[in-house]
């Protein structure tokens, strides 16, 4: 496990630019639009957060495993694919990276129930336990067995901290005190050495109901096909604090404070808000375009309702439609359908005899054969 952001795998192999996106989403692009792409990466994340709730795991293994899956979709295709499978085997994998594993059983029993309740209507989920864990084997190849992720938490409540102390219980607690040695990057663990955001002096004090709008933020930008693969963690966790900043009302409203020309040296705690972020060493156009990717991605989700009546479909603006899980569920069904079709019936007029579908069952039996051998 790398100790340091900037040398570890997450980095290394894992920071993509959005080219590169666009470029695995291109076989889906042909049975839908790049809205509806996007619409279907915010289903997925809800999936993936109600699954992880029924199993009781925390926040920092949610996000894990949405990285997981944004990462396995890198490499592979909503057609060629099932991801409801993929989110069962992202969130089984996670609590074990995380260190907070769960009985197989018991993830294939939890997305059984939630696959098959009113929302999704999903009755071809197995219930055979060795099919998650086969696909278990897949999803770790996919990932190139890197499975140490870095998360923008500890850079958001190493950069500020409360003016009555982070006390709330709807806060990850666990998370918050949690050790996680070199996330926050290059000397952080060395007193003699600025950080790398800045001089190092110091932190920013928000009210509390502040930090955590931020730390909500930075829980809704998994919901983003390209958040959390495009940008390193400090810089999401920077973005999250401009927005959070902008949107709570108490904070807004405070005063700037007075500042002296005669002070030379930095209080450890700063209120001035400006000042303290304008002094970071980052890129902020950088900090604008994913605040802007922030925003963006709340006004597509504004489009999306888990409880509307009807839907008229996807693809529209948030005030033409409002598109429901069942219109996403079926989307995906047809998307798939037409893929199926496709392959058995190309233009060259010879069927393909082997799908990317069909590949990964292979795998999966032979890996788990040689493993039970």
Not at 79 to 87: A, H, L, S
Not at 258 to 266: E, F
């Amino acid at each position: 496990m790398a100790a340091n952001f900037w040398v570890s795998s997450h980095y290394k192999r894992w920071m993509v630019d959005r080219s590169t996106i666009e470029q695995a989403r291109a076989d889906d692009q042909e049975y839908a639009t790049p809205n509806e792409l996007s619409l279907l990466g915010i289903l997925f994340a809800n999936i993936i957060v109600k699954l992880a709730r029924r199993l009781s795991l925390r926040q920092r293994v949610i996000a894990t495993a949405h990285v997981f899956f944004r990462r396995f979709y890198l490499k592979n295709s909503y057609c060629d694919t099932d991801p409801y499978m993929v989110i069962a085997a992202c969130v089984y994998v996670a609590a074990k990276a995380e260190e907070t594993p769960v009985h197989v059983k018991s993830v294939v029993n939890e997305a059984r129930n939630l696959y098959q309740s009113g929302e999704y209507h999903i009755k071809n989920f197995p219930s055979d336990n060795a099919r998650l864990a086969e696909m278990e084997f897949y999803l770790v190849d996919e990932l190139e067995c890197d499975l140490t992720v870095f998360h923008p938490y500890r850079t958001l409540l190493t950069l500020v901290c409360s003016l009555t102390g982070l006390q709330d219980s709807s806060t990850d607690s666990s998370l918050i005190h949690e050790a996680e040695a070199g996330e926050l990057g290059a000397g952080v663990n060395d007193e003699s050495s600025p950080r790398y955001w800045g001089t190092g002096a110091g932190k920013l004090e928000l009210p509390e109901g502040c930090i955590q709008l931020a730390w909500f933020i930075i829980n809704d930008t998994y919901r983003s096909d390209t958040l959390c693969l495009v940008y390193p963690p400090h810089m999401i966790a920077i973005a999250a604090i401009h927005v959070a900043i902008v949107l709570h009302a108490d904070t807004r409203k405070q005063p700037a404070p007075r500042r002296s020309s005669r002070r030379s040296n930095p209080s450890p705690r700063s209120t001035d808000a400006v000042a303290f972020l304008a002094g970071l060493n980052v890129n902020m156009s950088e900090i604008a375009t994913i605040m802007q990717d922030m925003l963006g991605l709340y006004k597509l989700w504004s489009m999306f309702s888990d409880d509307a009546p009807d839907a008229k479909g996807v693809g529209g603006s948030p005030g033409d439609s409002t598109v429901t899980t069942k219109s996403l569920v079926d989307l995906l069904t047809q998307m798939r359908g037409g893929r199926d079709r496709d392959v058995a019936h190309p233009d060259s007029g010879r069927p393909v005899q082997q799908t990317k579908l069909l590949e990964m069952t292979q795998t999966q039996s032979s890996l788990v054969s040689g493993w039970r051998a």
